[in-house]
């Protein structure tokens, strides 16, 4: 937020806004709301993403072998009855 005596000026703070990409101009013109973009965010939010469908992947692929051995033992079991 823009204090004290010697305010910036436009040029001032077009040339911040041009050098540093990721921050937001509402927070460096008014001192409100995150210091950098929404893109930290969004990739924050897809990384967590990817790693929740990560993981329930790897618990399907758990529960498929597990329906594989069930179905394995249900055959044996109903071989073992027909003798």
Known sequence: MLKG???LNINCISAI???FPDVSAEW???GEGDMF???????ERI?????????LQE????KSETIA?????IKQIENQRKK
């Open 37 to 43: 973009k929404s893109q930290s965010r969004e990739t």
């Open 17 to 19: 806004l041009a050098t």
């Open 47 to 55: 990384n967590t993403l990817l790693d929740t469908i990560t993981t």
């Open 28 to 30: 460096l013109l008014r």
């Open 59 to 62: 618990a399907i692929n758990a």
């Open 5 to 7: 005596i010697n305010a």
């Open 69 to 73: 051995l069930l179905n394995d033992r």
